[in-house]
């Protein structure tokens, strides 16, 4: 009983006292949870939207552009912009003024904190909070908040993981002022924060953060597109910038099932559980109605993220039984990274407030569709608009091929690179799996493009195939504009019309490392367009388009092998994809040495975005946490086989055999079929625990590939091989007996 919250205070529902008398009643945690689950009553949500239409919310607790044009002096303002804008070194001598204005901002709207925002290499988000009081030495207290404390930090982060960069005994580390991604304040029921996007570095000035490389990459994808664009006579300079969109799935279950349950408090997913009766074949959830509880949660999500100035568009049920998407508007990339971290920590707790728990693991429940965070991607500039868009006759449209081309070969010489920035523990149950992205990676292109790009490789194009219009034979229907190209779910790279759309990433990834690994792959590629136009144009513009003509030919003979518009899961891909030599690197263990290839350790130290020590400490990082989250996994799936399934298999066995026995003593014939089964499964389990725990026993290896590698190879097959004989308990073990919520009752009990 005593893991199922109370409900009353925290949220906008009541749960009545649990055990209401439904089925599973019985006093084990998952009767208690079910109790609870199907005795809650929703209570209106304490918000008034008529008071306040959510649109008058946008940007209302976001130190914004508008904030600093009111509050700052016009030359402050006016330099910020530039840095923001222009990409223009930052004057810190303005620093004092601007944390002034700031602060009275922030003390205005409630604040009595203020806290530099980081992300650490675990993709999560730490934050380090001071108040603005100290003393006056005279007893009292003054709010204080100077350009120094504004533009930096120095948070105790010695346990962050650095990979080696920074020992404790070395331990600083600083926080600096991200000027281009604005303040906001976080509102919280307890007190309200300012909060000061930061880079955070080591004394030595690398990286520790994910941050700091994403306006690396951003500053070098700048200065080689605009080489390309004055090749093309457009010498206005106005900065290039990357964009993203990412969309974000998720699963919501109650949060008496979530505690019920150690392997999702723990671990984030499901390790044992076997497939519901009924799951998501029926395709009748995804785009279904939205349930009230999660329509109210989501409508609160929508607000808490308007007010933070992020601007989420699109809500939806997703494929699988309890799982949605939301995704905001695309924004340039750094912005877009800051706030997807927002965005995820504003799920978790609004979904708290719910009595709900928001799952954004990649795979919480085995059988059923993972979650992944497709990142929408382009990069464009004020004057040139979307530098990825086609246009209607794309043929004729040399810039933009010149750009999707440089995108093609990106991404067919840095298959692997993009494998290894989405590879996780986490991210391996998706990946490969019947129906995220496989783990090739590979561009799907649509029929229209893929006929040019086929021209081209020919020798030139000239034509495109035409848009056309899409009758849909009803009149009162307006005839719609058909896309060129059918869209592809299979897809890891998809190009969508004037973006392309990076599927592999996992839900709950920081979106940092794929950007940065797609704009330096994609500078690196605008260099090599660059320097080879450069040199044969001579600087006679008459020239590009035979130039163009000869290099486009060339790129698309070279890394035409990446572009793949067919079914991305089936078989016949795996082989077809091993002919081209495209690389299949299934999991973690495989992809990540890649970061410590020569191309890539050139690629990334050539454009200054991450030196060698960065990349190895990088590396050294993800093996780690690799590692980390595989041993956690065995040790709960350990403890739950031990002290929970093991128990409820011998009291069934036990039952099983006393009826047996009594059967027998009065002279009834008793089938035992059951019985030897749960005999044999309860030996298997034992065998299995016994094999795991001679795993996890053996001592690690001090070489953390080598780890990594074991971790991989011995301790997950070992793990399933547990897990398969308990889910195969749990379709005999009586249901009274089971002590762990099933996946019927977490994915369809709201
Ligand atoms: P889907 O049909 O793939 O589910 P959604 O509408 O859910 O599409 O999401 C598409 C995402 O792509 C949105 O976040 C949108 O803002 C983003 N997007 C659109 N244009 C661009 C662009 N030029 N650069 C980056 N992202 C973009
Ligand atoms: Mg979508």
Same mark, same amino acid.
């Given at each position: 009983?005593?893991?199922?919250?109370?409900?009353? @205070?925290?949220?906008?529902?009541?749960?009545?006292?649990?055990?209401?008398?439904?089925?599973?009643?019985?006093?084990?945690?998952?009767?208690?949870?079910?109790?609870?689950?199907?005795?809650?009553?929703?209570?209106?949500?304490?918000?008034?939207?008529?008071?306040?239409?959510?649109?008058?919310?946008?940007?209302?607790?976001?130190?914004?552009?508008?904030?600093?044009?009111?509050?700052?002096?016009?030359?402050?303002?006016?330099?910020?912009?530039?840095?923001?804008?222009?990409?223009?070194?930052?004057?810190?001598?303005?620093?004092?003024?601007? +944390?002034?204005?700031?602060?009275?901002?922030?003390?205005?709207?409630?604040?009595?904190?203020?806290?530099?925002?980081?992300?650490? *290499?675990?993709?999560?988000?730490?934050? @380090?909070?001071?108040?603005?009081?100290?003393?006056?030495?005279?007893?009292?207290?003054?709010?204080?908040?100077?350009?120094?404390?504004?533009?930096?930090?120095?948070?105790?982060?010695?346990?962050?993981?650095?990979? $080696?960069?920074?020992?404790?005994?070395?331990?600083?580390?600083?926080?600096?002022?991200?000027?281009?991604?604005?303040?906001?304040?976080?509102?919280?029921?307890?007190?309200?924060?300012?909060?000061?996007?930061? +880079?955070?570095?080591?004394?030595? $000035?690398?990286?520790?953060?994910?941050?700091?490389?994403?306006?690396?990459?951003?500053?070098? *994808?700048?200065?080689?597109?605009?080489?390309?664009? %004055?090749?093309?006579?457009?010498?206005?300079?106005?900065?290039?910038?990357?964009?993203?969109?990412?969309?974000?799935?998720?699963?919501?279950?109650?949060?008496? =099932?979530? =505690?019920?349950?150690?392997?999702?408090?723990?671990?984030?997913?499901?390790?044992?559980?076997?497939?519901?009766?009924?799951?998501?074949?029926?395709?009748?959830?995804?785009?279904?109605?939205?349930?009230?509880?999660?329509?109210?949660?989501?409508?609160?999500?929508?607000?808490?993220?308007?007010?933070?100035?992020?601007?989420?568009?699109?809500?939806?049920?997703?494929?699988?039984?309890?799982?949605?998407?939301?995704?905001?508007?695309?924004?340039?990339?750094?912005?877009?990274?800051?706030?997807?971290?927002?965005?995820?920590?504003?799920?978790?707790?609004?979904?708290?407030?719910?009595?709900?728990?928001?799952?954004?693991?990649?795979?919480?429940? +085995?059988?059923?569709?993972?979650?992944?965070?497709?990142?929408?991607?382009?990069?464009?500039?004020?004057?040139?608009?979307?530098? *990825?868009?086609?246009?209607?006759?794309?043929?004729?449209?040399?810039?933009?091929?010149?750009?999707?081309?440089?995108?093609?070969?990106?991404?067919?010489?840095?298959?692997?690179?993009?494998?290894?920035?989405?590879?996780?523990?986490?991210?391996?149950?998706?990946?490969?799996?019947?129906?995220?992205?496989?783990?090739?990676?590979?561009? =799907?292109?649509?029929?229209?493009?893929?006929?040019?790009?086929?021209?081209?490789?020919?020798?030139?194009?000239?034509?495109?195939?035409? @848009?056309?219009? *899409?009758?849909? $034979?009803?009149?009162?229907?307006?005839?719609?504009? %058909?896309?060129?190209?059918?869209?592809?779910?299979?897809?890891?790279?998809?190009?969508?019309?004037?973006?392309?759309?990076?599927?592999?990433?996992?839900?709950?990834?920081?979106?940092?490392?794929?950007?940065?690994?797609?704009?330096?792959?994609?500078?690196?590629?605008?260099?090599?367009? +660059?320097?080879?136009?450069?040199?044969?144009?001579?600087?006679?513009?008459?020239?590009?388009?035979?130039?163009?003509?000869?290099?486009?030919?060339?790129?698309?003979?070279?890394?035409?092998?990446?572009?793949?518009?067919?079914?991305?899961?089936?078989?016949?891909?795996?082989?077809?994809?091993?002919?081209? $030599?495209?690389?299949?690197?299934?999991?973690?263990?495989?992809?990540?040495?890649?970061?410590?290839?020569?191309?890539?350790?050139?690629?990334?130290? %050539?454009?200054?975005?991450?030196?060698?020590?960065?990349?190895?400490?990088?590396?050294?990082?993800?093996?780690?946490?690799?590692?980390?989250?595989?041993?956690?996994?065995?040790?709960?799936?350990?403890?739950?086989?031990?002290?929970?399934?093991?128990?409820?298999?011998?009291?069934?066995?036990?039952?099983?055999?006393?009826?047996?026995?009594?059967?027998?003593?009065?002279?009834?014939?008793?089938?035992?079929?059951?019985?030897?089964?749960?005999?044999?499964?309860?030996?298997?389990?034992?065998?299995?625990?016994?094999?795991?725990?001679?795993?996890?026993?053996?001592?690690?290896?001090?070489?953390?590939?080598?780890?990594?590698?074991?971790?991989?190879?011995?301790?997950?097959?070992?793990?399933?091989?547990?897990?398969?004989?308990?889910?195969?308990?749990?379709?005999?073990?009586?249901?009274?007996?089971?002590?762990?919520?099933?996946?019927?009752?977490?994915?369809?009990?709201?």
């Amino acid at each position: 009983m005593s893991q199922v919250i109370d409900q009353d @205070k925290s949220s906008n529902g009541t749960y009545a006292a649990a055990n209401n008398g439904t089925k599973a009643a019985g006093g084990s945690p998952r009767s208690a949870a079910i109790a609870a689950v199907t005795s809650y009553k929703p209570s209106p949500p304490p918000m008034n939207f008529q008071e306040t239409p959510t649109g008058e919310l946008f940007n209302a607790n976001v130190f914004s552009k508008s904030v600093m044009k009111q509050r700052l002096p016009k030359p402050v303002f006016k330099a910020l912009l530039r840095t923001i804008e222009s990409g223009e070194k930052l004057d810190c001598s303005m620093a004092d003024v601007v +944390a002034a204005a700031m602060k009275d901002w922030a003390i205005e709207k409630g604040a009595t904190h203020y806290a530099h925002v980081f992300y650490p *290499l675990t993709g999560s988000t730490a934050e @380090k909070h001071d108040s603005f009081l100290s003393p006056d030495g005279e007893g009292g207290a003054i709010a204080e908040f100077s350009g120094g404390q504004l533009i930096q930090g120095e948070p105790d982060g010695s346990s962050f993981p650095t990979g $080696g960069i920074r020992v404790t005994f070395e331990a600083r580390g600083y926080t600096i002022w991200d000027v281009t991604s604005p303040a906001y304040i976080l509102e919280n029921a307890n007190g309200t924060t300012l909060c000061i996007p930061t +880079a955070f570095v080591s004394w030595t $000035g690398e990286a520790l953060d994910k941050k700091t490389p994403v306006l690396r990459s951003m500053q070098a *994808l700048n200065i080689q597109a605009q080489r390309i664009l %004055k090749l093309f006579g457009h010498t206005d300079g106005a900065l290039v910038s990357s964009t993203a969109g990412p969309e974000q799935e998720y699963f919501l279950v109650d949060r008496n =099932f979530f =505690f019920a349950r150690p392997d999702l408090l723990n671990a984030g997913r499901t390790l044992f559980g076997a497939s519901p009766p009924k799951g998501q074949e029926f395709d009748d959830h995804y785009f279904g109605a939205i349930p009230d509880r999660v329509l109210a949660f989501m409508l609160e999500v929508e607000r808490e993220l308007f007010k933070l100035g992020i601007p989420v568009k699109t809500r939806h049920n997703e494929v699988a039984p309890g799982q949605y998407e939301i995704a905001p508007m695309f924004e340039f990339a750094n912005i877009a990274t800051d706030h997807q971290q927002l965005m995820m920590t504003t799920l978790k707790r609004t979904a708290e407030k719910h009595g709900m728990a928001c799952l954004i693991h990649e795979k919480p429940f +085995a059988g059923v569709n993972g979650s992944g965070k497709h990142v929408n991607w382009s990069m464009g500039s004020a004057s040139q608009g979307n530098l *990825l868009d086609p246009g209607d006759t794309p043929h004729e449209n040399a810039q933009f091929l010149l750009f999707c081309a440089a995108v093609i070969r990106a991404v067919h010489k840095h298959q692997g690179l993009l494998r290894a920035v989405v590879a996780s523990a986490s991210n391996d149950h998706r990946l490969g799996a019947n129906e995220a992205p496989p783990a090739i990676i590979s561009i =799907f292109l649509g029929d229209q493009l893929t006929d040019v790009f086929e021209q081209i490789r020919a020798g030139g194009a000239n034509s495109s195939l035409p @848009k056309g219009t *899409l009758t849909v $034979g009803v009149d009162v229907l307006p005839p719609l504009p %058909k896309d060129a190209g059918d869209r592809n779910r299979t897809s890891p790279f998809a190009f969508t019309g004037n973006r392309f759309e990076f599927r592999a990433v996992g839900a709950n990834q920081s979106i940092a490392g794929p950007l940065v690994a797609m704009n330096t792959i994609v500078a690196e590629s605008l260099d090599y367009c +660059a320097t080879r136009l450069e040199e044969a144009t001579a600087g006679d513009p008459e020239k590009l388009n035979a130039a163009l003509q000869t290099l486009l030919t060339e790129i698309m003979k070279e890394h035409g092998a990446i572009v793949f518009n067919g079914d991305g899961y089936s078989e016949a891909w795996h082989a077809e994809a091993e002919k081209r $030599g495209l690389l299949n690197l299934k999991t973690t263990a495989d992809a990540l040495p890649i970061l410590q290839s020569e191309d890539v350790k050139e690629l990334f130290e %050539k454009y200054s975005v991450l030196s060698e020590r960065e990349l190895s400490s990088r590396l050294d990082t993800y093996l780690e946490q690799y590692c980390m989250s595989i041993g956690v996994e065995v040790n709960l799936t350990l403890e739950m086989a031990k002290t929970m399934i093991f128990p409820a298999a011998i009291r069934y066995q036990n039952e099983l055999a006393s009826t047996c026995a009594n059967l027998k003593m009065l002279g009834y014939e008793f089938d035992t079929d059951t019985l030897d089964r749960m005999t044999g499964l309860v030996k298997s389990l034992q065998d299995g625990i016994a094999v795991l725990e001679k795993a996890i026993a053996e001592p690690e290896s001090e070489d953390l590939l080598a780890e990594a590698r074991n971790c991989c190879d011995v301790l997950l097959p070992a793990m399933n091989q547990v897990r398969a004989v308990a889910d195969e308990l749990e379709g005999i073990v009586a249901d009274d007996l089971w002590p762990l919520p099933t996946y019927q009752e977490m994915l369809f009990i709201k």
